[in-house]
Structures are given as structure tokens and as C-alpha cells.
Nanobody, 121 residues
Framework: QVQLAESGGGLVQPGGSLRLSCAAS????????MGWYRQAPGKQRELVAS???????NYADSVWGRFTISRDNAKNTVYLQMNSLKPEDTAVYYC???????????????WGRGTQVTVSS
């Protein structure tokens, strides 16, 4: 079994900052790409940012220059530092990991349960 546990969401005023964390645990052999997605009410889930095992990053245009993704491979953890938050960043943020489980050879996608981020005055 593999679990992804997100933390760090909450309510913040426009212009504020939050840091999300996501720790993967369980029978993991290797984690390849990790990423953060978000889903606002009435909208489709969208990619916010992703990072490869080697540290290459990719960002949605809407968060470029405001959000920073990082990871600690030793801890199987990915972070999302969110600065200059806007009301349109309000959404449930989901962690995603592309990994291989111990004893397996195929790569599988795993998702966390999500953490709510609300940007409002």
C-alpha cells in the first residue's frame, strides 16, 4: 500500500503565503515525478506544478513566478511554496506521485486526498 498525505492548507488573505507538504509512505521502490494539482468548484482538475526526481520543474502559467515546487527524495516528500496568493488560487490542492512499488516493475499514479486552500479577505 502507498499513501500520500498532504498538509499545510488553510485560509489566507490575498497577497499572503502558504506552504503545502505531501509525504509519500508505504511500500515504495522509486518515486519519479511528483506534482501538485488543484480543482476549484465547477472546474476541472489542473496541473499546478511538477518536479522530476532529478529536480526539473514545470509550472502552470497562472502560478509562474509565485509558486515554487521542491522535493526531498530521502523523505519522499514534495513541497509547494505559494506566495502572492490570489483569490483565484482558491481550490482543493492534490498531491500526485508517479512511482514504482516494491516488488513491482510498472509505474503507477497515486493521489492524496487533497487539502483546501482558500484565499479571501
Amino acid at each position: 500500500q502507498v499513501q500520500l498525505a498532504e498538509s499545510g492548507g488553510g485560509l489566507v488573505q490575498p497577497g499572503g503565503s502558504l506552504r503545502l507538504s505531501c509525504a509519500a509512505s508505504g511500500s515504495i521502490f522509486t518515486i519519479y515525478t511528483m506534482g501538485w494539482y488543484r480543482q476549484a468548484p465547477g472546474k476541472q482538475r489542473e496541473l499546478v506544478a511538477s518536479i522530476t526526481r532529478g529536480g526539473s520543474t514545470n509550472y502552470a502559467d497562472s502560478v509562474w513566478g509565485r509558486f515554487t515546487i521542491s522535493r526531498d527524495n530521502a523523505k519522499n516528500t514534495v513541497y509547494l511554496q505559494m506566495n502572492s496568493l490570489k483569490p483565484e488560487d482558491t481550490a482543493v490542492y492534490y498531491c500526485n506521485a508517479d512511482l514504482v512499488r516494491l516488488g513491482f516493475t510498472v509505474r503507477q499514479d497515486y493521489w492524496g486526498r487533497g487539502t483546501q486552500v482558500t484565499v479571501s479577505s
